[in-house]
């Protein structure tokens, strides 16, 4: 969890970049990744250097030769601002005329997956004072673990606070997390985000597994496959691919796939059964022209509306088996257009769908308040679906407003009247219970337990929060999803008094007003 003295350093650096002139948020984020990933680098080599010493040997393939040793991060910090400036801003001759930021550019993949989208990126740092500031106030910034630099990291992307282009906005973290948690990630897992943006789905699921399954790690094969094979991110926005590729390698995911490309392209169209989970929040920019849309998703739907085709394309991606949670838009629920249908019908007749989670329309505030949807499917091709799952969040922990203040903190078993039994989908555990004081501010929990124990949900009433449809329902209602349409309300009696009788009380009021007026005039004669 992040600390206060961390969370104000973050604050004063970004404070600096505000007032040196930088006042674009993704801006300020990418600036301090190229000097977060300088500084890194340089520690990288420093440990390198520090065990070929204990050896008696010599650094193999070394980040920083002895030409280029002046863009080390533990050199340049002790240079007086205009030198710092230059060489970050000016060819040096003496070393190949590169500059520190154009130099980083050139490593390639031998520094990490972030070096590898360095082409294109550019260094907007204006003034030598702001450049000493920011690399001063980073230098003293302790980052000796993969929680602590993790932690900054996400709390310097909660920073964004403005919606991006094409419908990007950052997915809150907690349902992020809830999500994660519905799916419960294992060790064969093979993960893709289709729009993976700062690749939060793909850092929450790391973080899954630490807290829940280190013993994991203690496996050769799993490390093998953590490192290399679990994390698959699609982006297409360079930007946000360089700042997703910092935030997967900060929280200890060095060699991550992450694909630099639209998903809806014609460049997609080899990925097919290939993951056997994803997660994922894409954007719903609106329509799109059939001629920049991979040809074999048309097939599986003829739309131009990007929620649609990317549904049609997590479905191509999946192997059979695989599972999906996916935030969408209200509109796919219910969309009377012939595609919506048709998507609809193929989850709920061609495969699994599992559950349908209503979200209030604050979830997303300030980016958005668009009323928002987490379908749970698995991919089956030979249908499967028998009961769906609906569940009517109505709080999500924060205030539903611009503000978004928390109001509850993070569900505790022994605080909020849970049992201390082991998680909520593991076989044998006793059924856990939450607070009533603690729901009404957050469902989430609810939501976790109850969706890990569906199959105790057979009793619920459709008065209640949470309860299963039969598919034939779903069918005869044309395909609808949306909770409104099975969920039933019990509408409270009010009686109110006749009209003569609300009359004379107003009479008797008008009596008592008088004799008080009365009164007061007698006391301040």
């Known amino acids: 969890m992040i600390t206060g003295e961390l969370k104000s350093q973050v604050d004063k650096i970004w404070e600096a970049f505000w007032t040196g002139g930088i006042s674009n948020p993704l801006t300020v984020i990418e600036q301090f990744t190229f000097l977060l990933f300088l500084r890194r680098l340089d520690e990288r080599q420093l440990l390198e250097e520090k065990k070929a010493n204990m050896m008696g040997g010599s650094v193999d393939n070394p980040i920083y030769a002895d030409a280029h040793k002046q863009f080390r991060w533990h050199t340049f910090k002790n240079l007086d601002p205009e030198s710092l400036f230059a060489l970050f801003t000016q060819p040096q001759a003496d070393s190949g005329n590169l500059t520190t930021f ?10 990490g997956v972030f070096a590898t ?17 920011v690399v001063q106030m980073i230098d003293k910034i302790q980052m000796d673990d993969r929680d602590t630099k993790g932690d900054l990291y996400e709390y310097l992307l909660s920073k964004i606070a403005t919606a991006g282009t094409n419908g990007q906005f950052r997915t809150p973290r907690h349902i992020i997390k809830m999500m994660v948690e519905i799916m419960q ?50 982006e297409f926005d ?18 991550p796939q992450l694909i630099g490309r639209d998903a809806l392209s014609e460049a997609n169209a080899e990925i097919r059964d290939q993951y056997s989970l994803i997660l ?54 219910f969309g009377s257009s012939k595609a919506h249908k048709q998507l609809r019908e193929t989850l709920l007749s061609k495969h699994k769908l599992d559950a349908v989670i209503s979200m209030p329309s604050g979830v997303f505030k300030p980016y958005a308040g668009v009323s928002t949807a987490i379908l ?21 922990g924060y205030s539903l407003d611009d503000k978004r203040q928390l109001l509850v903190g993070e569900f505790d078993d022994d605080v909020h009247g ?55 329902e779903i069918e005869s209602n044309d395909w609808d999803l949306s909770i409104n349409r099975y969920k039933e309300i019990i509408y409270e009696e009010v009686e109110y008094s006749a009209p003569a009788e609300i009359i004379a009380d107003i009479e008797r009021l008008d009596v008592e007003r008088t004799q008080a007026l009365q009164l007061l005039k007698e006391l301040l004669v």
């Open 280 to 333: 994922a929040n894409p954007p719903f920019k609106g329509s799109l022209d059939y001629d920049s849309v991979e040809s074999s998703l048309l097939k599986t739907v003829k739309t131009k509306k990007t929620e649609l085709l990317f549904l049609g394309l997590m479905l191509r991606m999946l192997k059979i088996g695989g599972r999906c949670a996916v935030i969408i838009p209200d509109g796919v629920l």
């Open 238 to 255: 360079s930007t946000m691919l360089r700042i997703g590729a910092m935030n997967l390698q900060l929280h200890g995911i060095d060699s």
């Open 418 to 472: 849970g049992t201390s039994a082991a998680g909520a989908g593991s076989a044998g555990a006793a059924k856990r219970t939450i607070a009533p004081d603690y729901h009404e501010k957050n469902n989430i929990p609810d939501i976790v337990i109850r969706f890990n124990q569906r199959d105790q949900e057979q009793d619920r009433q459709r008065t209640e929060q949470s309860f299963l449809v039969p598919l034939d």
């Open 117 to 133: 989208f360095m082409k294109g990126a550019t260094f907007m740092i204006p003034t030598p004072k702001l450049l000493d500031q």
């Open 102 to 111: 154009e130099h980083m550019k050139q490593l390639g993949s031998s520094a």
């Open 376 to 396: 749970v499917f698995t991919k089956t091709n030979s249908g499967g679906t028998d009961n769906v799952w609906f569940y009517d969040m109505q709080a999500d």
């Open 185 to 234: 990630p294992n060790k064969e897992d093979t993960l893709c985000d289709p729009a993976c943006g700062s690749a939060g789905f793909l850092v929450a699921t790391g973080e899954y597994i630490h807290e829940n399954h280190p013993d994991w790690f203690h496996e050769q094969d799993f490390r093998t496959h953590y490192n290399n094979a679990m994390f698959t991110g699609i």
